[in-house]
């Protein structure tokens, strides 16, 4: 069910074709944003925003690989196009899970570019239009992997996202003058393609639901979508450098 109840504003979510960000897409078009899913995949992002559109929201589809500054101001200037730019989602990631002494210079690197650096850079061009009209929300996701290491060797992810944690908190100060909030959210274990595809046996991620998380299932998409909504919201206009762990309480 779809409901607007303020001015349309223009929502962009990165990695928006799969996974937690198509939740997210999903989530904020629920509540009447103009919502442009940018995935490196198009075809996956236009499913995304078609299904959007077949629920009653507004969606486009864009081309976007994160590692490129230009590409995600393109982005960014098409969103204006359409709705002034009011809440960019910073989701797009990668992972691998490889023992410390095996990572070489150039899978490091190619991780960090997706992972911190179109991060930071998201951040930068979303600033860009935020802040001279002094309103947005910036949402970037972060992991528990920037509390805690990692169950398996992931070293490289793990510093990325605690890199992704303190970029939040810098950039919430820095902006918060200019009336623009920056926050984070950080997920546990979701079910998802790509979390599944770190596991070496069929039944481990239910294994560690049993196990090792307090609430005793699974995260979702949709948890993590709810969280972003909330944090990207008026609800949460006097909440900023804030990292909302949702994690069913991995980390307690």
Same mark, same amino acid.
């Given at each position: 069910?779809?409901?607007?109840?303020?001015?349309?504003?223009?929502?962009?979510?990165?990695?928006?074709?799969?996974?937690?960000?198509?939740?997210?897409?999903?989530?904020? #078009?629920?509540?009447? &944003?103009?919502?442009?899913?940018?995935? @490196?995949?198009?075809?996956?992002?236009?499913?995304?925003?078609?299904?959007?559109?077949?629920?009653?929201?507004?969606?486009?589809?864009?081309?976007?690989?994160?590692?490129?500054?230009?590409?995600?101001?393109?982005?960014?200037? #098409?969103?204006?196009?359409?709705? =002034?730019?009011?809440?960019? @989602?910073?989701? #797009?990631?990668?992972?691998?899970?490889?023992?410390?002494?095996?990572?070489? =210079?150039?899978?490091?690197?190619?991780?960090? #570019?997706?992972?911190?650096?179109?991060?930071?850079?998201?951040?930068?061009?979303?600033?860009?239009?935020?802040?001279?009209r002094r309103r947005g929300s910036i949402v970037n996701l972060a992991s528990t992997s920037a509390f805690t290491a990692s169950t398996s060797p992931?070293?490289?992810? &793990?510093?990325?996202?605690?890199?992704?944690?303190?970029?939040?908190?810098?950039?919430?100060? $820095?902006?918060?003058?200019?009336?623009?909030?920056?926050?984070?959210?950080?997920?546990?274990?979701? &079910?998802?393609?790509?979390?599944?595809?770190?596991?070496?046996? =069929?039944? $481990?991620?239910?294994?560690?639901?049993?196990?090792?998380?307090?609430?005793?299932?699974?995260?979702? =998409?949709? &948890?993590?979508?709810?969280?972003?909504?909330?944090?990207s919201s008026d609800a949460a206009s006097y909440v900023t450098g804030h990292v909302l762990v949702v994690d069913g309480g991995w980390l307690t």
């Amino acid at each position: 069910m779809f409901c607007v109840s303020r001015e349309p504003l223009g929502a962009l979510v990165t990695g928006g074709g799969r996974g937690i960000g198509r939740a997210v897409a999903s989530r904020l #078009a629920a509540r009447g &944003d103009v919502v442009f899913v940018g995935d @490196v995949d198009f075809a996956s992002a236009e499913r995304a925003a078609a299904g959007i559109r077949s629920a009653g929201g507004e969606a486009h589809a864009l081309s976007l690989d994160v590692r490129s500054v230009e590409a995600l101001g393109a982005a960014v200037a #098409a969103v204006e196009q359409v709705a =002034p730019l009011g809440v960019m @989602v910073n989701n #797009a990631g990668w992972a691998f899970s490889e023992p410390l002494l095996e990572v070489s =210079p150039e899978r490091f690197d190619a991780l960090m #570019a997706v992972n911190l650096r179109g991060v930071f850079f998201g951040v930068q061009a979303a600033a860009r239009v935020m802040c001279p009209r002094r309103r947005g929300s910036i949402v970037n996701l972060a992991s528990t992997s920037a509390f805690t290491a990692s169950t398996s060797p992931m070293v490289a992810y &793990d510093t990325s996202k605690g890199a992704v944690r303190m970029l939040t908190v810098a950039a919430a100060r $820095e902006l918060a003058p200019a009336g623009v909030r920056v926050n984070a959210v950080a997920p546990g274990t979701v &079910d998802t393609d790509l979390t599944r595809s770190l596991l070496s046996e =069929p039944g $481990e991620l239910e294994g560690q639901a049993a196990g090792l998380i307090p609430l005793g299932r699974l995260g979702s =998409p949709e &948890d993590v979508a709810e969280a972003v909504a909330f944090l990207s919201s008026d609800a949460a206009s006097y909440v900023t450098g804030h990292v909302l762990v949702v994690d069913g309480g991995w980390l307690t």
